[in-house]
Antibody
Framework: EVQLVESGGGLVQPGGSLRLSCAASGFTVSSNYMSWVRQAPGKGLEWVSVIYSGGSTYYADSVKGRFTISRHNSKNTLYLQMNSLRAEDTAVYYC??????????????WGQGTLVTVSS | AIQLTQSPSSLSASVGDRVTITCRASQGISSALAWYQQKPGKAPKLLIYDASSLESGVPSRFSGSGSGTDFTLTISSLQPEDFATYYCQQFNSYPHGFTFGPGTKVDIK
């Protein structure tokens, strides 16, 4: 059974750092495309970052230069290192596995989410 | 980047109703669109991908259609467990990333 479990969220001051983890089971993280998607309280979904099986990474403009996506193959775990955090980064952060469809890419499995609150 | 709009932003419906939600892309995206359902406090759940392909395990009362710029999600007979917010999503090849629609909240009339 495919499962994604996020951890590492919490309260952090503006300008601070946090590292989120997403432990996967039932499939191999390094063989898949993996993303982070966030949702601010009461708002919609916003894609944050992706790491492809080959290692290429991409970021939303809103986090470029501040966030870094990575993975640990032997731990089968995805990470999101978040630096220079701002109030507007406050959100529930989900990790998600990408499904390669016939015409595009979608998210077929999601974790339960971890809440990041940036506040003084 | 391609933008997605959804209509309506919210709707009230009764159990058994036929419900249709629309997603419009700012440029043609062929059939490269997905639909998700999200309930409060839960992660989104993939319902439809490639505009009309039903994800495994999703009830057949959900269907998707459309191509180019206009897409619809239809629930043929609304069930109590279907009250939720629905999002459409597409992939941008440049700049590289994903875009979600703003969501449509379906609640009980």
């Amino acid at each position: 059974e495919v499962q994604l479990v996020e951890s590492g969220g919490g309260l952090v001051q503006p300008g601070g750092s946090l590292r989120l983890s997403c432990a996967a089971s039932g499939f191999t993280v390094s063989s898949n495309y993996m993303s982070w998607v966030r949702q601010a309280p009461g708002k919609g979904l916003e894609w944050v970052s992706v790491i492809y099986s080959g290692g290429s990474t991409y970021y939303a403009d809103s986090v470029k230069g501040r966030f870094t996506i990575s993975r640990h193959n032997s731990k089968n775990t995805l990470y999101l290192q978040m630096n220079s955090l701002r109030a507007e980064d406050t959100a529930v952060y989900y990790c998600a596995r990408e499904l390669v469809g016939a015409t595009s890419y979608y998210f077929d499995y999601w974790g339960q989410g971890t809440l990041v609150t940036v506040s003084s | 980047a391609i933008q997605l709009t959804q209509s309506p932003s919210s709707l009230s419906a009764s159990v058994g109703d036929r419900v249709t939600i629309t997603c419009r892309a700012s440029q043609g995206i062929s059939s490269a669109l997905a639909w998700y359902q999200q309930k409060p406090g839960k992660a989104p759940k993939l319902l439809i991908y490639d505009a009309s392909s039903l994800e495994s395990g999703v009830p057949s009362r959900f269907s998707g259609s459309g191509s180019g710029t206009d897409f619809t999600l239809t629930i043929s007979s609304l069930q109590p467990e279907d009250f939720a917010t629905y999002y459409c999503q597409q992939f941008n090849s440049y700049p590289h990333g994903f875009t979600f629609g703003p969501g449509t909240k379906v609640d009980i009339k």
